[in-house]
């Protein structure tokens, strides 16, 4: 069972639809509208099937990346909102809104369903201060209503790193280099790895990595948000 609030998140507004958000709020979020197909890097004026500047130079482990939002006001208050203020609320939220752009992202269509869906893992420590997984909580209403799998017991955080958000790009591969660690064989030939925000794509591409040399074919992402620019 999901949390639902009868009033909007953002205005305090009464709500209609089961998502807590009202209409006016849920129309003004800065929704993307075309990306790189390959890492989800909002561009502008560009198609779906449309390659970055830098995934042309260098292709990354992933094979697709599907977001719904711009990492901007206010995405980035309800995200923080879910990981450090306990609002589960707005895990909901983000699944409907990620459900939503998936049934009408031409990848979705194009390619099949992933075998099963994997929530990024937090390292231990990090999960019993948090509490829970934000990854997890978003990927249960997707993994209800899609009928796919969830799986946390495949991979582990195996180190303690610092926070993501407070390094820059080169900072973010060297804390997170042999940060995750197979816990038993995988099997599954297509894997979607769920995740709140992708900012440089250090995360899922090192997991990625380490499902890759396991002999998994396809590596997806469906992430909520994704920032507009790679960091430097």
């Keep these: 069972m999901y949390l639902f609030t009868a ?9 209609k639809a089961n998502i807590s958000l009202c209409e006016p709020c849920l129309q003004d ?20 099937d449309t390659l970055c500047g830098q995934c ?11 977001s719904s939002l711009h990492y901007a006001y206010p995405v980035g ?18 699944a ?9 992202h031409s990848l979705y269509h194009s390619i099949p369903l992933p075998d099963i869906i994997i929530p990024v893992p937090l390292h231990k420590k990090r999960l019993r201060q948090r509490g ?16 796919i799998p969830i799986s946390t017991g495949l991979i582990r955080r195996a180190k303690y790193t610092q926070a993501q958000s407070l390094l820059n790009a080169v900072e973010r591969r060297k804390n997170l280099r042999h940060s995750f660690a197979l816990i038993k064989p995988i099997s599954a030939g297509h894997i979607v790895l769920i995740d709140d925000v992708v900012t440089t794509g250090t995360t899922v591409y090192e997991l990625a990595n380490l499902l890759k040399k396991q002999g998994v074919k396809t590596v997806g992402v469906w992430a909520v948000a994704r920032a507009t620019h790679h960091y430097k």
């Design 7 to 15: 009033c909007c998140v953002l205005c305090g507004e009464k709500v």
């Design 29 to 48: 979020l800065p929704r993307i509208s075309c990306c790189c197909y390959r890492c989800g890097l909002p561009l502008k004026n560009q198609l779906n």
């Design 96 to 104: 409907q809104l990620l459900l939503t752009t998936l049934q009408t």
């Design 132 to 147: 829970f997984n934000q990854a997890l909580e978003i990927a249960r209403p997707i993994s209800e209503t899609l009928d």
């Design 56 to 66: 042309q130079q260098s292709l990354p482990p992933i094979d697709y990346l599907i």
């Design 77 to 94: 208050h309800l995200v923080s909102q879910l990981k450090f203020q306990h609002h589960l609320v707005h895990a909901k939220i983000f």
